[in-house]
């Protein structure tokens, strides 16, 4: 089975700083890439950030993030983390970590992180 662990959200005003974590763990042999989707009530889940586990290949960003969110990875942990700087409100959400295995996407529970003053 797999399991992915999301912790590290919060609340921060605008402008602060943010770095929630997710390890996964189980049935993993196959992963690849891991990354960040965030969901608001009413409104899809959207695509945040996403990062391989192996190889060469490079981060990707939503244009909404791009220059202020930051994804990394240790890979001895199987663990990834969201670096979110400069928060603004509108990226208010649950942030939800995935895992590719193999041919199939896994979901954590979701973190939520609320930016208001």
């Known amino acids: 089975q797999v399991q992915l662990a999301e912790s590290g959200g919060g609340l921060v005003q605008p402008g602060g700083s943010l770095r929630p974590s997710c390890a996964a763990s189980?049935?993993?042999?196959?992963?690849?890439?891991m990354g960040w989707g965030r969901q608001t009530p009413g409104e899809p889940r959207d695509l945040v950030a996403t990062?391989?586990?192996?190889?060469?290949?490079?981060?990707d960003y939503a244009d909404s993030v791009k220059g202020r969110f930051t994804i990394s990875r240790d890979n001895t942990k199987n663990t990834v983390y969201l670096q979110m700087s400069s928060l603004k409100p509108e990226d208010t959400a649950v942030y939800y970590c995935?895992?590719?295995?193999?041919?199939?996407?896994?979901w954590g529970q979701g973190t939520q992180v609320t930016v208001s003053s």
């Open positions: 995935y895992a590719k295995i193999g041919f199939m996407t896994y």
């Open positions: 189980g049935s993993i042999f196959r992963l690849y890439a």
């Open positions: 990062i391989p586990i192996t190889g060469g290949g490079s981060t």
